[in-house]
């Protein structure tokens, strides 16, 4: 036996290398990071702002729900108008210039102060001299004002379809065929659901 052959105790264990780091190693890959987590932020940020924006149209499509679930109910039926009128009056406008008043400022103060704002969501009343919104349009107006916001067409007599829900007296909405009522319910849905807002 050849007595210089190497015993398996004398076998030492070979050194592992550095392990490599993931820190970026130049100034550049800290750049990107730092615009990633910043775009990541603006993101995050505007997402959020547009979730608590369309809180108005989340409260709306629940309300439609439950109104929904009993749309034989006469009353149902009376609300939907109602519940658009609600739901464009809380839509965001493009001007909030009005809000920046104390509270009890009068409409003459207003007026003085500013210059009616000229946005397209902002009807004028016959004199001229103070906006009116959503409320006080009327059937064509109302027409015009919910086609102009929606991305597709609107049935053609939404808004009398609409008016008669709110005047009809109640033997005209108790002889509305079902599939008419699904169809108001379906259109109003739509509505509120697909409605652009001004930014």
Known sequence: MNPNIPSIDQL???????????????????????????????????????????????????????????????????????????????????????????????????????AIPRSTDTALSPAGSLPQGPAA????????????HCKNRMPADFSTQLAQLAYAPDPVLRALPAAQRQMLFDSCQYWVEHHHVAA
């Open 137 to 148: 349009l009327g059937r064509d107006d109302w027409q015009e004002f919910l086609q102009r």
């Open 12 to 114: 030492k264990e070979l050194a592992l290398p550095a392990p490599v780091s993931y820190a970026p190693q130049t100034w550049g890959w800290w750049l990107l990071l730092a615009v990633l987590i910043f775009a990541a932020l603006l993101l995050g940020l505007r997402r959020y702002w547009q979730w608590r924006r369309d809180r108005y149209r989340r409260e709306a499509l629940a309300r439609l729900a439950q109104l929904r679930s009993r749309s034989d109910d006469l009353n149902a039926l009376r609300e939907l108008p109602e519940l658009l009128k609600r739901t464009a009056l809380s839509m965001p406008t493009r001007s909030r210039r009005w809000n920046a008043f104390p509270v009890g400022a009068s409409l003459l103060a207003k007026t003085s102060a500013h």
